[in-house]
């Protein structure tokens, strides 16, 4: 079409334009190939978040942004915040009559803290697992299915009995629990109640699942078996682990923050965090010297 409108001695210049477009596709789609794989995209920003209890102020300006599909660490000695802006990133805080959040915090681009937002809702795509495993006085089976029936996420039984499988193969629980569905979720050990907690989560299909100090009342066996889960679950959610364990950190976690005084004082790839800390602070916390 376009080359009907055209004489004779507009073709070269056409042809140079079309050989530049052309390699600009070309430069276009190289990049595009040579893409790292490994690359994450930010699925959490967090900007400027203070946190106050009353009047006390626990958290200071929190600038952090969660990488999806990998595992970030929260480290940082007692009382420096790390579980309280765990908890910004669900909301859990709102229950707290005494403490007020500020800042923004962003999912998919999404802010959170929009008034219009159904808080009940983002608790089902943001998961939480917590300290002491919690299951609830019910079945194995209810422990799951009441995520799924609450927020109406099946159509019937079958769908229901599928996802409440789904969900503990994913935990790493089933092939233990399948003979067991209708015995009590507290029947179960500490370490299988806390797979339990996580498959709970997972139930209503999360986005992001948090988990603050998930491994600190298990054994070192248990400990093992739900580091592994986490390896595992990172490739289909975004997960982010207060930890006091370092070692826990550096074996589970692609990303770490360390938190202090209630500041973010380093964030970055966990390795480098370790071993090539920039901040004298990071350094003096790794290598034992407070905390
Ligand atoms: P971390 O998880 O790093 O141990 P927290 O987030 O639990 O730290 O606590 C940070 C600060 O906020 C601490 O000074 C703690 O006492 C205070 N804090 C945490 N939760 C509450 C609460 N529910 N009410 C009042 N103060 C709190």
Known sequence: MVATHIVESEAPMLDKKLDKELDANNLAEAETTNVDPAKKSTKITS??????????????????????????????????????????????????????????????????????????????????????????????????????????????????????????????????????????????????????????????????ILMDEPCSALDPIATATIEELIDELRTNYTIVIVTHSMQQAARVSQRTAFFHLGKVIEEGDTTQIFTNPQNEKTQDYITGRFG
């Not at 709102?94 to 929009?114: A, E, F, H, L």
């Not at 300290?131 to 299915?145: E, L, T």
Request: glycine content about 10%.
């Open 47 to 208: 900007e400027d978040i203070d946190v106050y209890y009353g009047d006390k102020q626990a958290l200071f300006g929190i600038n952090l942004e969660i990488l999806e599909n990998s595992v970030t660490s929260l480290i940082g000695p007692s009382g420096c915040g790390k579980s309280t802006y765990l908890r910004c990133i669900n909301r859990m805080n709102d229950v707290i009559d005494i403490c007020r959040v500020s800042g923004t915090i962003k999912i998919d681009g999404n802010d959170i803290y929009d008034p219009a937002l159904d808080v009940v809702e983002l608790r089902a795509r943001i998961g939480m697992v917590f300290q002491k495993p919690n299951p609830f006085p019910k079945s194995i089976y209810d422990n799951i299915a009441y995520g799924p029936r609450i927020h109406g996420l099946t159509e019937n039984k079958a769908e229901l009995d599928e996802l409440v499988e789904s969900s503990l193969v994913k935990a790493g629980l089933w092939k233990e629990v399948k003979d067991r569905l209708a015995g009590p979720g507290t029947g179960l050990s500490g370490g299988q109640q806390q797979r339990l907690c996580i498959a709970r989560a997972i139930a209503t299909k999360p986005e992001v």
